[in-house]
């Protein structure tokens, strides 16, 4: 028979690369977080090997919400080109400003292929409401009147109100209980965010003053 021969070393380079490819997939947050991971691109070529053959030396990738709601906030664009991400770049503090479900990024670059993300979700916040209740002197009521404040994000238009504010009982006495109910939200970024529809408290109620009458 014959005897086996080897070639010599073959050397296969990646052809041009024409694409832009997800190496890393956003993944769902909640609203006001950095989504995590953060998405990365790649080059590559027609046959899905990284590539940066014919890319130059400075090539910008932008990347947008192309399906659902809201937009990037943060830097949105990098340049993939040979001097500066050679062919790869990564993200880094991107947010959604909106909540919602079924949300898609698209990276786009002059004379690549666009790439699309896998879809991914951002819940709404939790907007804790607390109170601060006015001590009253006694007037024979259980009613209250309350301060709600927030911890919504700065910046977000967000208005909080409430049904009811009671005190446990009409009653002279220190530290009494205060609930507030129907807690709620409007405003511009309400959608955005949960919230507790009660919450609780306590202050004074005072001994009135009666003037009494001397005939």
């Known amino acids: 028979g014959l ?10 380079s990646p052809a041009a690369g024409d694409r832009l490819v997800f190496v890393a997939q956003p993944s769902s947050s909640a609203y006001g977080s950095a989504l ?16 940066t053959v014919g890319l130059g ?8 919400v192309s ?10 664009s990098m340049d993939i080109g040979t001097a500066a991400g050679n062919g790869l770049v990564t993200f ?16 786009s670059s002059s004379g690549l292929t666009s790439a699309v993300s896998s879809s991914f979700d951002v ?14 002197v006694y007037d024979g009521t259980t009613a209250a009147s309350v301060t709600l404040s927030d911890n919504r994000l700065a910046g977000d238009s967000l208005s909080t109100s409430y049904g009811s504010a009671t005190f446990a009982s ?29 919450a609780s408290t306590t202050a004074n109620i005072t001994a009135a003053t009666v003037t009494g009458l001397v005939s």
């Open 123 to 136: 819940s709404k916040a939790t907007v804790t409401g607390s109170i601060t209740a006015n001590d009253k």
């Open 57 to 64: 030396t400075s090539k910008m990738v932008a990347l947008a």
């Open 170 to 198: 009409a009653a002279v006495g220190p530290a009494k209980s205060v609930t507030v109910s129907g807690i709620s939200l409007t405003g511009a970024d309400a959608g955005n965010y949960s919230a507790n529809t009660t």
């Open 3 to 12: 005897t086996a021969a080897n070639s010599d070393t073959i050397s296969i």
């Open 67 to 76: 399906a659902g709601t809201g937009s990037l906030q943060g830097t949105s």
């Open 36 to 51: 995590s991971p953060q998405p990365a691109l790649k080059t590559r070529d027609p046959f899905g090997n990284d590539s």
């Open 92 to 107: 880094s503090g991107l947010t959604v400003n909106a909540a919602g479900t079924g949300k898609q990024l698209t990276a």
